[in-house]
């Protein structure tokens, strides 16, 4: 599987983001994805999960700012990210974990992951 990451860039706090993730190479449906995001010195941080059904989890930080959504049929996963805080700030990651039907938390249990795209929230 293939995930190339994108929407990342620099906002003023408040704002909104949408960052895309397109993925290719293997049947996207049946497949658990999710964003996770890093920041300068700290470890990697789960942010949402979503499975192939629509089942979706949340970080607590972002429940209620950021919105995880899928399109299967163009093998995609979304994350709008609104009412952005410098606290935000990080690289972006997609990941995928085929052949899990639940929201996962856990890095350890994605196979793949994007680049990365740089969200860069200022005060």
């Known amino acids: 599987v293939q995930l190339q990451a994108s929407g990342g860039g620099l906002v003023q706090a408040g704002d909104s983001l949408r960052l895309s993730c397109a993925a290719s190479g293997r049947t996207f449906s049946g497949t658990v994805m999710a964003w996770f995001r890093q920041a300068p010195g700290k470890e990697r941080e789960f942010v949402a999960s979503i499975t192939s059904s629509g089942s979706i989890n949340y970080h607590h930080s972002v429940t209620g700012r950021f919105s995880i959504s899928r399109d299967n049929a163009e093998n995609t996963v979304y994350l709008q990210m609104n009412m952005l805080k410098p606290e935000d700030t990080a690289v972006y990651y997609c990941?995928?974990?085929?052949?899990?039907?639940?929201?996962?938390?856990?890095?350890?249990?994605?196979?793949?992951w994007g680049q990365g795209t740089q969200v860069t929230v200022s005060s």
């Open positions: 990941a995928a974990a085929p052949g899990y039907n639940r929201p996962l938390r856990s890095p350890t249990l994605y196979n793949y």
